[in-house]
T-cell receptor
Framework: GAGVSQSPSNKVTEKGKDVELRCDPISGHTALYWYRQSLGQGLEFLIYFQGNSAPDKSGLPSDRFSAERTGGSVSTLTIQRTQQEDSAVYLC?????????????FGPGTRLTVL | AQSVTQLGSHVSVSEGALVLLRCNYSSSVPPYLFWYVQYPNQGLQLLLKYTSAATLVKGINGFEAEFKKSETSFHLTKPSAHMSDAAEYFCAVSVSRGSTLGRLYFGRGTQLTVWP
């Protein structure tokens, strides 16, 4: 597709379960970002990929959160042993090369609800 | 450190009225500034960005913003509001140093309501 896609669009899970969120960036974009949007915290940076490497993981809130990117394309954000405070919309964005002036193109997000 | 403050979590205007959404930033290095719009159940879409080429930046849908270094501001304006402008607007600053070039720091957002 022409834009960033994310799946699933909605995910409801029970506390303690693991979840995987997927992001398909724009083809050819080397930079990929994950953000989290919640009522209490607004939009927060989670992790940045340049190619398959993640030089900045400083936004991941705990060691229950991890992410990987393969083939310089698809990225998966995994949350283990989900907690209710993990409920949020998880947004993925990609940009051409990750330059400071690059436009980041956002996907529609995955709404995660932890019961 | 970088931060963004958006004054007013909610702004209401009548259709045809001026839209003014305020954004102030704090940055220890030269900032690059962005305005994004988010419609319900959608991702963020870029409205415009300041990259030091010109202080008055024009974006899509008739929006523009002026970078004022002395005031550390980047307010978003539109001369005449349209019903379709109703959405949430986010101001963001991008870091220019460090390991994560392009990482965005967002304000808390301003919900714009347009009355007929």
């Amino acid at each position: 597709g022409a834009g960033v896609s994310q799946s699933p669009s909605n995910k409801v899970t029970e506390k303690g379960k693991d979840v995987e969120l997927r992001c398909d960036p724009i083809s050819g974009h080397t930079a990929l970002y994950w953000y989290r949007q919640s009522l209490g915290q607004g939009l927060e940076f989670l992790i940045y990929f340049q190619g398959n490497s993640a030089p900045d993981k400083s936004g991941l809130p705990s060691d229950r959160f991890s992410a990987e990117r393969t083939g310089g394309s698809v990225s998966t954000l995994t949350i283990q042993r989900t907690q209710q405070e993990d409920s949020a919309v998880y947004l993925c964005a990609s940009s051409a090369v990750g330059a400071i002036t690059d436009t980041q193109y956002f996907g529609p997000g995955t709404r995660l609800t932890v019961l | 450190a970088q931060s963004v403050t958006q004054l007013g979590s909610h702004v209401s205007v009548s259709e045809g009225a001026l839209v003014l959404l305020r954004c102030n930033y704090s940055s220890s290095v030269p900032p690059y500034l962005f305005w994004y719009v988010q419609y319900p159940n959608q991702g963020l879409q870029l409205l415009l960005k300041y990259t030091s080429a010109a202080t008055l930046v024009k974006g899509i849908n008739g929006f523009e913003a002026e970078f004022k270094k002395s005031e550390t501001s980047f307010h978003l304006t539109k001369p005449s509001a349209h019903m379709s402008d109703a959405a949430e607007y986010f101001c963001a600053v991008s870091v220019s140093r460090g390991s994560t070039l392009g990482r965005l720091y967002f304000g808390r957002g301003t919900q714009l309501t347009v009355w007929p």
